[in-house]
């Protein structure tokens, strides 16, 4: 066993290059539709994804977000979008194989079918039942009701790329009663059915080795960090220490 500390930042590109090798996005990739829904740790999963199929050339991570969450002393809307949001780019839909630039999960989906798969991000995970929910600031839930109606009415595939830094102790389903009550303020909260994908998953699928959460902390820009005991046999623990020292010095997320 060894012990790895990850940024943040390091765990949103663990988590992209993962779900780039993902055996159900590869097949989906060449036959389906990919929808890799706008969103900070998506936007590495759109990176890892459009750099295996040869067509990131064009894509930027710096505007791949519709709301995003910002220390209390930067502004934002009521949303939580910023004010120049006219910059966003458009979710990343790939059909057969080539981007379909500029296109949204709207454009694409009443046409989605089972065996096609959307990558959406989350805001609340609970680890120990391998669940998440999503905070919602649209009236119509926004993406994720958009997504839903494939999800559960043409059992299109969902997947939830998310941070263990998102984690919470509470039972999500009770949270978002509370947080949805009438009279409450802030955003809504939508507990969704999906495969949980986090970087416990990314080191597994990668090197076959287990990854256990020990710790978290840090300063001077380890903030937000987690602390994972890895264990496996020689050849997936030398796997996993060449995957996560090549993404160490993986710079924190910038607008």
Not at 184 to 192: D, E, F, M
Not at 226 to 237: H, Y
């Amino acid at each position: 066993m060894k012990q790895f500390v990850i940024t943040p930042a390091c765990g949103k590109r663990l988590i992209g290059k993962a779900l780039a090798a993902h055996p159900a996005i590869v097949d989906a990739l060449k036959s389906g539709t990919v929808v890799i829904v706008a969103g900070t740790t998506n936007g590495y999963v759109a990176e890892e994804v459009l750099t295996c199929i040869g067509q990131v050339e064009d894509f930027a991570r710096k505007r791949f977000f519709r709301g995003i969450t910002l220390p209390p002393s930067r502004p934002t809307t009521e949303t939580g979008r910023l004010p120049d949001e006219s910059r966003f780019p458009g979710d990343v839909v790939i059909v057969n194989g080539l981007w379909q630039k500029g296109k949204t999960i709207f454009d694409v989906v009443d046409g989605l079918k089972e065996g096609d798969i959307v990558l959406k991000g989350a805001n609340a995970l609970d680890l120990s039942r391998g669940q998440a929910a999503i905070c919602i600031g649209h009236p119509k839930a926004g993406t994720i009701g958009s997504a839903l109606q494939a999800v559960a009415g043409r059992r299109v595939r969902l997947i939830l790329p998310v941070g263990l830094e998102k984690r919470t102790i509470a039972d999500l389903t009770n949270l978002a009663v509370r947080l949805n009550t009438p009279g409450a303020q802030g955003p809504r909260l939508l507990p969704v059915p999906g495969q949980v994908f986090t970087e416990i998953d990314a080191i597994l699928l990668l090197t076959g080795a287990t990854a256990e959460l020990v710790g978290g902390g840090g300063v001077c820009g380890a903030e937000g960090s987690l602390f994972f005991a890895v264990s496996g046999t020689s050849e997936q623990m030398q796997a996993a220490e060449e995957l996560l020292e090549s993404i160490s010095s993986e710079p924190a997320f910038g607008l």
